[in-house]
């Protein structure tokens, strides 16, 4: 097995393993403060990390003190073995956007050596990176089980909110729904959270109530995302509180959550167009089979994509309409001539 060496020197050399940052290796007491990883050579048949003598009594005792048990000198440093660390080491989360698949997955070999193997210092950006793969892969069982055991061990702040953002996220994805809403709930928790995240979450608390058929608990949240429709789960949101009012039968508050979201003017087409066509449900409710029809039509005459089923789904809703409108029609008209040969009778 070919693994690598770790130095650590003084002066301030760009880490060659930005994944595994001086931050963590000093939390673990691996590295003395003040140092940084500069250089990785793969060499030895086990993981080493290298110190520069007598830099820091504080790591290593006073001045030039004697190797302990398992330790070396070499080269005028001290040689401190970590047992399991292998040539995997070098992946870390950077690599994730710039290798190709054979790489990410000779990577998910060389991390998941690293995550099975005792707690060491460089199990937690292991999971890091296994985690960010595995979900970008879509498999995301494995990504899931990744998050929860690096939210569970992780010492840096922003890998523990990660771990947290990712396992909501993977719930979601797999429609475990109570799961996502408590993970979700956890994420807002965060204080120094970013407005789209906390956007995110409320909505994936709202979907998940939604799929739940909870839907005053489902309308709750989407009125809070519903506040500006900019984004794309804003957007999505103000449609949801509308067909949440034409679900429960309040068609005139329903029709008067689409008018404003018309008002809004998002840049999310298609969110408009579902409202369009929620509208036009909202009128045939109403017997008003003309506007059902008219709103309809303004879909299929002025909206621009083609392949997202909105054309479709739109054409065949007017359809149906001047199907009924043609059957009533004909029975009107039997019933004209039954009138007329009753009269001459």
């Not at 909505?203 to 506040?227: C, N």
Request: with cysteine.
């Amino acid at each position: 097995m070919c693994v690598v060496r770790f130095l650590y020197l003084l002066q301030p050399l760009q880490c060659a393993l930005p994944g595994i940052g001086t931050e963590t290796l000093q939390q673990h007491g691996r590295v003395p403060q003040g140092t940084v990883p500069a250089v990785v050579r793969a060499e030895h048949p086990i993981g080493l990390l290298i110190f520069p003598l007598g830099l820091h009594a504080a790591a290593f005792g006073r001045g030039r003190a004697a190797p302990k048990q398992g330790q070396q000198i070499e080269d005028n440093r001290l040689v401190v073995p970590v047992v399991g660390v292998a040539e995997e080491v070098r992946l870390h989360p950077g690599h994730v956007n710039g290798v190709q698949a054979g790489d990410h997955q000779d990577a998910l070999n060389s991390l998941n050596f690293i995550t099975k193997s005792p707690r060491n210092v460089f199990t937690e950006p292991a999971l890091l990176t296994a985690s960010r793969i595995n979900f970008d892969y879509q498999n995301y069982p494995v990504a899931l089980e990744n998050f929860l055991m690096l939210e569970d061990i992780a010492e840096v702040k922003s890998n523990i909110a990660e771990a947290r953002i990712g396992k909501m996220r993977c719930y979601y994805l797999l429609n475990e729904f109570g799961n996502t809403i408590d993970a979700a709930r956890l994420v807002l928790r965060d204080e120094k959270l970013s407005d789209e995240l906390a956007r995110e979450a409320h909505f994936k608390i709202g979907k998940s109530f939604m799929e739940q058929d909870r839907f005053a608990l489902a309308q709750d949240e989407f009125k809070t995302v519903a506040r500006e429709v900019s984004s794309i789960e804003g957007a999505e949101s103000k449609y949801r509180v509308a067909e949440i009012l034409y679900i429960r039968k309040e068609y005139k508050q329903a029709e008067d959550e689409i008018f404003d979201f018309i008002d809004k003017n998002t840049p999310h087409q298609y969110w408009m167009a579902k409202s369009f066509i929620l509208l036009s449900d909202i009128y045939l409710v109403q017997e008003d089979e003309f506007q059902a029809i008219q709103t309809l039509e303004s879909i299929i005459d002025y909206y621009e994509e083609t392949d997202d089923g909105i054309l479709d789904q739109a054409r065949r809703k007017k359809a149906a309409i001047q199907k009924r409108q043609d059957a009533q029609q004909g029975e009107d008209a039997e019933e004209d001539i039954e009138i007329e040969m009753g009269e001459n009778n």
